[in-house]
């Protein structure tokens, strides 16, 4: 799956992932592979990013994130 995080100033994360865990606005929620289709908001929280070289962590501010197709794009308010 490939992933996007971005702000309005700049992309914070581009790469190929295995799963990533969101801070839903109804609560946290992981994303894996062939996930279906969505489009959440989010809520201010941790982003939580798990490859094969390794986990890797962003505070984001609220926004939104949208699922298709095994791509993951994340709009982020803001990254703490």
């Known amino acids: 799956m490939t992933l996007e995080i971005l702000t309005p100033d700049k992309k914070v994360f581009e790469g190929e992932v295995t799963a990533v865990t969101v801070p839903g606005t109804m609560g946290s929620f992981q994303i894996l592979r062939d996930h279906a289709p969505i489009i959440s908001t989010l809520e201010d929280g941790p982003v939580i990013i798990k490859s094969k070289t390794g986990d ?20 982020a308010e803001g990254v703490a």
Do not use: S
């Open 56 to 75: 890797e962590t962003f505070t984001i501010k609220g926004g939104v994130v949208e699922v298709l197709k095994n791509k993951i794009i994340v709009l």
